[in-house]
């Protein structure tokens, strides 16, 4: 039995696959957000015990030798631990919005650019860069009681093994040389954070490996560190091909796009994610919210999530005239563009709107978002589609529809299969990688409401523009 771990922001997730790719059995643990103006934390003691309950009820459930284990998890955000990988205060989330200003002076000054243009990352508030610098001066006790500023996966490695490491996938926002795949000090320099270069994690690469200690696997498993979600998610959807793409839609809206083109020439956004096939990368456009929207919207109307297929179904195209622009997060908006002060916006509500109106016009938004970035990402090839939303048949055709194209859905537990596969290439485990990524279905969009989304989308561009100007003054 093969075992893959995928540390999300509300969810903790433990699957567990057969040879043949077959998902056996999954255990999950939710974990909580504290959310106050602005601050988006986690508790590390919480997230590390929810993974170690969803790896103890999963090996009690399925009989077995683990062969292997792989691990990966959310990105971004600064989790500061000791020696011991112990927290020495809450961990910020990639959602954090307090070091808006930080990208705000530094979208203006000109840092904003200089830093993508060595390192393919586009800064916004949740990333190391900003959150490191703002906990620097206004929190410096917290980094000066910290041996590391680490990933949320790489705590749990650390962890579960005692191995300090970070990969080249997590370390590529917004410190690491694509071309070098090592820290671009003048970076770090940049940003005022010489002095805590020490907290940076030591980058394996390829990824690193360790034997558990326990923590609700075997003791002496073999375990593999990473990549983090979003490029394990690709590996698990089989997306390995440049041109083509994978949309995750998650509590983040991620967009990626295989390339062997490293591209430092147009507008800063999103990130080039390395891997660790050298010379090979992901064009990454994630949008801040994703399913988080819906659920906020479904939550404010009371709609239960086995109501929204029905509603989807009997509301028409354009929703009676309702618009979302989907930017929900309190951080804004950080890809295909960064905007920190970008919001959320309904418009052409009325007495007569019904909640069916609001549910797909929040869906359409957020279908508007993903086109946006799958084509600044620059898709060409064939498009993969995974996580949560995939549970809603209803909104995958809605997707096709508004993307203009087919979707290979891919269900399951995406993140934890691509962290097996990872695992398994590193250990020199031969995995039939094709079987291992068979989509579950191909959804077909239908071309009368492909083409009254073509015009649609350009709308929505405009609106997004007049948004974007709103937000600057």
């Not at 001066?137 to 300090?164: H, I």
């Not at 147009?266 to 801040?288: K, N, Q, V």
């Amino acid at each position: 039995m093969y075992v893959g771990i995928d540390v999300g922001t509300s969810m903790v997730k433990a699957a567990a696959f057969d040879d043949t790719g077959r998902e056996l059995a999954v255990q999950a643990r939710p974990v909580d957000l504290t959310i106050r103006g602005g601050f988006v934390e986690q508790d590390m003691e919480e997230v590390y015990a929810a993974v170690v309950a969803a790896l103890s009820a999963l090996t009690a459930a399925v009989p077995g030798i683990v062969e292997l284990a792989g691990l990966t998890g959310q990105g971004d955000g600064v989790w500061l631990v000791d020696d011991e990988g112990l927290p020495v205060r809450a961990a910020a989330s990639w959602m954090d919005g307090r070091a808006h200003e930080l990208v705000d002076q530094w979208l203006a000054d000109g840092t904003f650019e200089t830093v993508f243009r060595r390192t393919g990352s586009a800064m916004f508030p949740g990333c190391p860069g900003p959150l490191l610098v703002w906990l620097d001066r206004y929190e410096p006790a917290s980094l000066d009681s910290a041996t590391t500023a680490l990933y949320c996966k790489d705590m749990v490695f650390q962890r579960l093994t005692g191995v300090r490491a970070t990969d080249v996938s997590d370390a590529s926002m917004p410190f690491l040389d694509p071309r070098t795949r090592a820290y671009d000090n003048r970076v770090v320099e940049l940003l005022g954070l010489a002095h805590r270069r020490g907290l940076l994690a030591p980058v394996s690469d390829p990824v690193a490996t360790g034997r558990t200690r326990g923590g609700g696997l075997p003791p002496g498993t073999p375990i593999a560190n990473g990549p983090y979600d979003l490029p394990s998610c690709a590996l698990g959807a089989g997306v390995t091909a440049p041109g083509d793409g994978l949309l995750i839609v998650g509590t983040c809206l991620a967009s990626l796009v295989a390339t062997t083109d490293l591209d430092l020439t147009g507008e800063p956004a999103g990130l080039y994610i390395s891997t660790d096939r050298a010379g090979y990368w992901l064009r990454a456009m994630p949008a801040m919210v994703g399913t988080a929207a819906l659920d906020w919207v479904l939550s404010t109307t009371g709609v239960h999530h086995d109501e929204v297929d029905a509603l989807l179904a009997a509301t028409p195209p354009g929703a009676n005239g309702v618009r979302v622009l989907p930017y929900f997060a309190p951080s804004g908006e950080r890809a295909p563009f960064v905007e920190p002060r970008l919001r959320a916006e309904l418009t052409g509500v009325c007495l007569e709107s019904t909640r069916g109106d609001l549910i797909r016009a929040t869906c359409e938004g957020i279908g508007y978002a993903a086109r946006h970035c799958l084509e600044a990402a620059g898709l060409t090839g064939s498009l993969a589609v995974c996580g949560g939303g995939t549970r809603s048949p209803a909104w995958m055709r809605l997707l096709a529809d508004v993307l203009g194209r087919p979707l290979r859905v891919v269900e399951g537990e995406v993140g934890a299969r691509g962290a097996v596969l990872a695992a398994a290439a590193r250990y020199g485990v031969a995995l039939d990688t094709a079987a291992w990524t068979e989509p579950t279905a191909v959804v077909e969009p239908d071309a009368a409401r492909a083409a009254y989304y073509a015009k649609a989308y350009e709308d929505h561009l405009a609106r997004l523009t007049e948004a974007r100007s709103r937000a600057r003054h």
